[in-house]
């Protein structure tokens, strides 16, 4: 356990203490690590990233300070149409001349879905915003013929129905997709044509056969259950994977965290649970694959999580009183600062595992659970948005796990949590990235990191997310309440690298390794 200290100004700190070693790799950290999602949902699309006709939107209807915000965050891939809204989509639907395309009732979210917006006009906002595209197809109401026929319209180059109609729809060259999610939770019994295990294992061993045999560079991703704590976990995992462990090449894993009890130690606490989700669905896929005798590991697509909550009252309402409506604000949640920390949590646990997750996907990217939020005359960030910032910018590299010896405490459902949580980056431009999380109410922390492993060393930055109130936020009215900010910095003191985190922080410390191999 950490000790207690007094420093020379006189005010009691906890102390805990990091060592870093350049040989402690996890793995190389995956760059789609850093990706996101956008679903026809709410005001993602429509309103979000495209609303034509406003003057902050170019000629295509783009909104030209979304892009802005979502360049900066340099997401290298965004999920697309859905979510739950690929249930019953049918993807022909959204090409062709615009105003041909049908309108249709999208049972998902009971609003109307014009499709004005469709498949080729997501993979031309997401090349101007630098991000390739991870297109889900319908396992709920179509199946492996469907499925087979868009990765010929997108991928095939030429002289077949389908690739020749995407070259009469404007696009003479493929669209070269390289990642496809195999439908979405079908163990959820809010999707249309719910599956067993056995029928979605079958029909997606199917599918990702068919797509292959279209194009054999593409990776496909198999539906894990819907949650961790749904009453088909882990028999889900092993019965699909059972039936298609040898075509597929992930499983997806979907979690959102919740504070409806208010209860910000316990909160915090649960990336302890995503912790082991992960571990989880990582032993069952090692198991299947030791059941077949089988050299291939499948790895896992964290393809959806952040925290979700605050709207869902609110979300009954708009559709009670907007049923079939277009564009309904829903899931607007506004994030608060300990929202905020939950979040830096669950990225530091995706880096701590990138030797398994090799995809994962912030759901959402505007507007739904998002960390940019829009209005008709701008858009701001949100309190999760730096913190995704901070990750994807500084997360790219080799990951190391750190030794922690740290305070911990118990919450209502988690006992010995550590109040520090943490992970390293050894970036390729030569710099040590810490990034860390002080989950503590009430105690800031002294943090001696023991570096001795680099030995050419120079402290570059501190970057700290702090607030003194827990549920603040950052509105289109004052979206600066929740900022970073400069941190008190590092300080060598006999041997060991010294930085005060305040209680309830998200905090990066950097590195400069100028000399190191």
């Known amino acids: 356990m950490a000790e207690?200290?007094?420093?020379?100004?006189?005010?009691?700190?906890?102390?805990?203490?990091?060592?870093?070693?350049?040989?402690?790799?996890?793995?190389?950290v995956d760059e789609r690590l850093f990706g996101s999602f956008v679903e026809h949902l709410g005001r993602s699309v429509y309103g979000g990233i495209f609303d034509p006709g406003n003057t902050l939107s170019d000629e295509n209807g783009f909104r030209l300070d979304v892009i802005e915000k979502v360049k900066k965050l340099k997401v290298p891939v965004i999920r697309y149409p859905g979510g739950n809204f690929v249930s019953g989509f049918n993807w022909e639907d959204s090409i062709g001349p615009p105003e041909e395309r049908p309108n249709r009732l999208d049972l998902a979210w009971m609003t109307t879905e014009t499709n004005e917006f469709g498949?080729?006009?997501?993979?031309?906002?997401?090349?101007?915003?630098?991000?390739?595209?991870?297109?889900?197809?319908?396992?709920?109401?179509?199946?492996?013929?469907?499925?087979?026929?868009?990765?010929?319209?997108?991928?095939?180059?030429?002289?077949?129905?389908?690739?020749?109609?995407?070259?009469?729809?404007?696009?003479?060259?493929?669209?070269?997709?390289?990642l496809w999610c195999i439908g979405n939770e079908m163990d959820g019994p809010w999707q249309i044509c719910q599956k067993t295990a056995y029928e979605y294992g079958r029909s997606a061993n199917e599918a990702a056969k068919v797509m292959k045999w279209v194009d054999p560079s593409i990776e496909v991703v198999a539906c894990g259950s819907s949650a961790y704590d749904m009453p088909t976990f882990g028999a889900w995992e092993m019965e699909v994977l059972d039936q298609c462990y040898e075509i597929v090449d992930y499983?997806?894993?979907?979690?959102?965290?919740?504070?409806?009890?208010?209860?910000?130690?316990?909160?915090?606490?649960?990336?302890?649970?995503?912790?082991?989700?992960?571990?989880?669905?990582?032993?069952?896929?090692?198991?299947?694959?030791?059941?077949?005798?089988?050299?291939?590991?499948?790895?896992?697509?964290?393809?959806?999580?952040?925290?979700?909550?605050?709207?869902?009252?609110?979300?009954?309402?708009?559709?009670?009183?907007?049923?079939?409506?277009?564009?309904?604000?829903?899931?607007?949640?506004?994030?608060?600062?300990?929202?905020?920390l939950m979040v830096g949590s669950m990225l530091i646990t995706l880096l701590r595992n990138c030797?398994?997750?090799?995809?994962?996907?912030?759901?959402?990217?505007?507007?739904?659970?998002?960390?940019?939020?829009?209005?008709?005359?701008?858009?701001?960030?949100?309190?999760?948005?730096?913190?995704?910032?901070?990750?994807?910018?500084?997360?790219?590299?080799?990951?190391?796990?750190?030794?922690?010896?740290?305070?911990?405490?118990?919450?209502?459902?988690?006992?010995?949590?550590?109040?520090?949580?943490?992970?390293?980056?050894?970036?390729?431009?030569?710099?040590?990235?810490?990034?860390?999380?002080?989950?503590?109410?009430?105690?800031n922390l002294l943090l001696s990191c023991d570096l001795r492993a680099f030995q050419s060393?120079?402290?570059?930055?501190?970057?700290?997310?702090?607030?003194?109130?827990?549920?603040?936020?950052?509105?289109?009215?004052?979206?600066n309440t929740v900022v970073t900010e400069a941190g008190g910095g590092c300080q060598l003191e006999s041997g060991y690298w010294k930085v005060q985190l305040p209680a309830l922080s998200w905090n990066v410390v950097r590195f400069s390794l100028k000399e190191e191999n």
């Open 355 to 443: 030797d398994r997750v090799k995809i994962a996907c912030l759901a959402q990217l505007v507007n739904v659970i998002a960390p940019i939020m829009t209005s008709q005359v701008g858009c701001w960030a949100q309190t999760i948005y730096w913190l995704f910032l901070h990750a994807s910018q500084y997360g790219r590299g080799r990951a190391l796990q750190p030794i922690i010896d740290a305070p911990r405490y118990d919450s209502k459902d988690f006992t010995d949590v550590p109040v520090l949580d943490a992970v390293a980056v050894l970036g390729d431009d030569d710099t040590l990235t810490l990034f860390v999380v002080n989950k503590s109410l009430t105690e």
């Open 119 to 178: 498949l080729h006009e997501f993979y031309t906002w997401a090349q101007n915003v630098g991000s390739e595209v991870m297109y889900a197809v319908n396992m709920g109401t179509r199946g492996p013929d469907a499925a087979r026929n868009i990765v010929e319209y997108a991928n095939h180059p030429g002289g077949t129905y389908w690739s020749d109609l995407r070259k009469k729809n404007g696009e003479e060259n493929p669209l070269d997709i390289k």
């Open 457 to 479: 060393i120079a402290f570059k930055e501190h970057i700290v997310l702090h607030h003194e109130d827990v549920k603040a936020v950052n509105t289109e009215e004052h979206p």
């Open 251 to 340: 499983i997806s894993l979907h979690r959102y965290y919740t504070n409806h009890d208010n209860d910000t130690a316990n909160f915090l606490a649960k990336s302890v649970d995503m912790d082991a989700y992960i571990k989880t669905v990582a032993s069952i896929c090692d198991a299947i694959g030791d059941k077949k005798h089988s050299k291939k590991k499948i790895n896992l697509s964290f393809d959806e999580w952040n925290v979700w909550y605050h709207s869902n009252e609110q979300d009954k309402e708009v559709i009670k009183q907007n049923r079939w409506g277009q564009a309904l604000p829903l899931l607007e949640d506004v994030y608060t600062f300990e929202d905020a």
């Open 4 to 28: 207690q200290t007094v420093l020379h100004h006189g005010e009691e700190l906890n102390q805990a203490h990091l060592i870093v070693d350049k040989d402690y790799v996890i793995d190389r």
